[in-house]
T-cell receptor, first 117, second 113 residues
Framework: DTAVSQTPKYLVTQMGNDKSIKCEQN?????MYWYKQDSKKFLKIMFS???????INETVPNRFSPKSPDKAHLNLHINSLELGDSAVYFC????????????????FGAGTRLSVL | AQSVTQLGSHVSVSEGALVLLRCNYS??????LFWYVQYPNQGLQLLLK??????LVKGINGFEAEFKKSETSFHLTKPSAHMSDAAEYFC???????????FGSGTKLNVKP
């Protein structure tokens, strides 16, 4: 069983469209994250949810809206897609919060490669 | 503020040679430090971590890293490279109570036969 699964794996779309990426974890973790990895492989956190509550919201355009219907899911919806949104988006989860000593191992999904044309 | 610097975006070694991937961090409080590996078209996988205790930590696949507070470093080493070690390696830090990982820019390891 895949611990953290993201769908779709690849997403190609036109500028201006709205798209969603789904993430599910079956590890029983309380905290989930979205990261963006740009073309230079730089990973930057976007959002973090703990028990369905938003706890990190980095400087991300408000076209990006995360939604956590339950602890096992954290979806990412993107409105009015732009060329600069092209990247690989990674979902991750951890048992506790990142600052909680040994509870902070993050498990990553395989990524969603978004290409905006 | 926390930051992570990985020296060398590309490192190339011969099979059987020593692997050394460098990571330096800046943190105002004792950090938690991690190394992750990313194989092509895959997510990140934890190699090893340092939280407290022994400063030399061993991870999977024969990798180890040493936390040196005086040098603010957490370099990753492996005595003998294997072809399967070719991947991208990321150093990361969490500092204090912040619920954030700060990742380095990554080092791509190439292993030559």
């Amino acid at each position: 069983d895949t611990a953290v699964s993201q769908t779709p794996k690849y997403l190609v779309t036109q500028m201006g469209n709205d798209k969603s990426i789904k993430c599910e974890q079956n590890l029983g973790h309380d905290t989930m994250y979205w990261y963006k990895q740009d073309s230079k492989k730089f990973l930057k956190i976007m959002f973090s949810y703990n028990n369905k509550e938003l706890i990190i919201n980095e400087t991300v355009p408000n076209r990006f809206s995360p939604k956590s219907p339950d602890k096992a899911h954290l979806n990412l919806h993107i409105n009015s897609l732009e060329l600069g949104d092209s990247a690989v988006y990674f979902c991750a989860s951890s048992r506790g919060l990142a600052g909680d000593g040994g509870e902070n191992i993050q498990y990553f999904g395989a990524g969603t490669r978004l290409s905006v044309l | 503020a926390q930051s992570v610097t990985q020296l060398g975006s590309h490192v190339s070694v011969s099979e059987g040679a020593l692997v050394l991937l460098r990571c330096n961090y800046s943190s105002s409080v004792p950090p938690y430090l991690f190394w992750y590996v990313q194989y092509p078209n895959q997510g990140l996988q934890l190699l090893l971590k340092y939280t407290t205790g022994a400063t030399l930590v061993k991870g999977i696949n024969g990798f180890e890293a040493e936390f040196k507070k005086s040098e603010t470093s957490f370099h990753l080493t492996k005595p003998s490279a294997h072809m399967s070690d070719a991947a991208e390696y990321f150093c990361a830090v969490i500092s204090g109570n912040f619920n954030k990982f700060y990742f380095g820019s990554g080092t791509k390891l190439n292993v030559k036969p």
